[in-house]
């Protein structure tokens, strides 16, 4: 097939104007970029966001905003209920939440607890948000799922046991989503290294502001003195870096594209 017979507009490698896209976690530092590079391709936008998150960081009033918890079933219902009154469906779902225990611990000093708590909020709480939302996604006429894992889930570091783990369980979940929904719908995952923002301190929501008090920024900027030089490319990743390989498997320019994890490390993994 020739460039000029070819189905795809390469000047875009984002989904179409007028997709319905839907962000859990649309208030953290990278949805709120996602938000806006959508908006400005003239996506229709909703998000799923802790109230908290959405006072801190109100959404533009064209994004649909939807208070939820995701780690909580119900609420996650009530969203997609609310949702439903203005979308008949969903053409690409983002999942962008989660959370670590920051300063790291090694397993011998986590508690049960702890693990529950950072495995719910990074793994449990997708399988949630996936289950629910696969119905509006089937409803699509060819929809996308993009979660955000971890490259931890290849490379763990000391202490972040319950955090690499359940970005590990996220790989898989996603592999799964994509086998069980071809050819409707793909599945895949951007997995980054560590990104400069309050996530490193522990995330944004109520657990990250108990994780920062008890000294996650200052760890975050002692581990990055270190980590670095590690790095091939010299730099610790910024939330812009993320967005564009986001809205690429979002879109149709990566069509046969499903179960996949793109590495988005600056060269530091390389699995």
Not at 14 to 32: E, K, M, N, Q
Not at 68 to 73: F, H, I, L, P, Y
Not at 211 to 216: H, T, Y
Request: aromatic letters at 6%; hydrophobic letters at 45%.
């Amino acid at each position: 097939m020739s460039t000029s017979e070819s189905k795809f507009d390469f000047t875009s490698l984002s989904p179409p104007p007028g997709s319905r896209v839907l962000i859990a976690g649309g208030c953290g530092a990278i949805g709120r970029i996602l938000v806006s590079a959508c908006l400005s391709l003239d996506h229709e936008v909703a998000i799923f966001a802790l109230p908290r998150s959405i006072a801190a960081y109100p959404p533009p009033p064209e994004v649909l905003t939807f208070p939820v918890d995701v780690a909580n079933e119900e609420s996650i219902a009530q969203g997609v209920r609310e949702l439903r009154r203005h979308w008949a469906a969903v053409d690409v779902l983002v999942f962008l939440v989660g959370f670590m225990t920051v300063p790291p611990r090694p397993i011998a000093d986590l508690d049960s607890m702890e693990w529950d708590n950072v495995v719910d909020g990074n793994l449990r709480s997708a399988y949630l948000v996936s289950r629910a939302v696969l119905p509006m996604l089937k409803a699509a006429d060819a929809a996308s799922i993009v979660n955000v894992g971890s490259s931890l889930a290849y490379n763990p570091l000391h202490g972040v046991a319950a955090y690499a783990a359940s970005k590990a369980g996220l790989v898989a979940l996603t592999k799964s989503l994509a086998i069980e929904n071809a050819p409707h719908i793909r599945a895949n995952l951007v997995a980054p290294s560590a990104i400069d923002t309050k996530f490193l301190a522990g995330g944004g929501g109520s657990r990250g502001e108990e994780a920062a008090k008890s000294g996650g920024d200052s760890w975050f900027r002692g581990m990055a003195s270190q980590y670095i030089p590690t790095i091939p490319l010299g730099r610790i990743a910024q939330a812009e870096d993320i967005v564009g390989p986001v809205l690429f498997l979002a879109g149709p320019t990566s069509a046969f594209i499903t179960g996949q994890v793109v590495h988005v490390n600056g060269g530091r993994v390389t699995p």
